[in-house]
């Protein structure tokens, strides 16, 4: 393959754009300019993609050119140091996706066991009445409801959208910080989202369903990446992952008859916060353990679980 100069590569793009790659010394295979794409979007930087026979060329306004490659070079140190961490570092991403797939699998199951009338027994009990959030009930002390809430839903159709999103966000927020931790915000933001929306809520009001914690991850993906700011573009850089975030919101969560609209925003609120105390912690260059991961983890089953005991306890004694 024959090489394309930087000076040739200008010709390429429009007037008053220059070639980036090159100018930044970057390397150039199709599959990294395109992540180098999504970095300029993510920080709201112009550019413009032009194709020829040979390579893919990085073009972005002269005026730009400053900002982008030291935005490209900060993505590219920071891969590096992911792909060879030095000797005792933990790379902040190395969450899976299975531990979050299990966990929505296991809220499927649940949801079938608790509404199918062949499992004797199960499918009588009163799971909605015992479990749901209901706001009288929280406001006077049982605030297990807020967790086991979370774990019911009004149908089938109503489980499906959760899992969907959940799927995207939860695993997104649990790439970033580990399974473990990941869940614990996720329950955190849900159960504390449930108790802030019963507080704000008229008499009567009931809510089922996993999307609280669901807009909880959404929250706290934002709250993470504000603290990812640098330079003299870090209240920009701070803001922009949260604005994105409410745009989701305000897409996602605030449509349909029987939405609970009080209850995403809460649960987005909660993310934020529990999502920003973790990422002032990584910024003090606290680094989370494979042991504080899994207590972590444990400790958001036995919030669900306990709700649960607790749940039961109080309808049987």
Known sequence: MSDVSPHHTQHFCPAGWV??????RLAQGRQTISLYCLVLASRGIPYQLQSTSEQRILCVPESWLETARNELETFALEEEAWHNPEPGHVPLRYGRIEPTLWVFFGLFVFHLLTTATVYEGLGHIAWQEWGSA????????????SGTALTLHADSAHLAGNIGLGA?????????????WGWLIVVGSGMLGNIGNAW??????????????????VGAIGGLRAWQGRGNRVVLDSLLPLGAGLGILAMLGTGGGNTDVGAHFWGFGCGVVLGNLFGGALRLSWVPSSRSNRWAGLTAAALIGGSWLLAISTQIS
């Open 168 to 180: 995207l966000f939860v695993a997104l927020l649990c790439r970033e910080i580990g399974s473990g």
């Open 134 to 145: 209901k706001e009288w009930l929280i406001l006077q002390g049982e605030l297990w409801r």
């Open 200 to 217: 704000i809520s008229t008499y009567g009001h009931t809510a089922v369903g996993a999307s609280t914690a669901v807009f909880g991850a």
């Open 19 to 24: 070639e980036l790659t090159s100018q930044a």
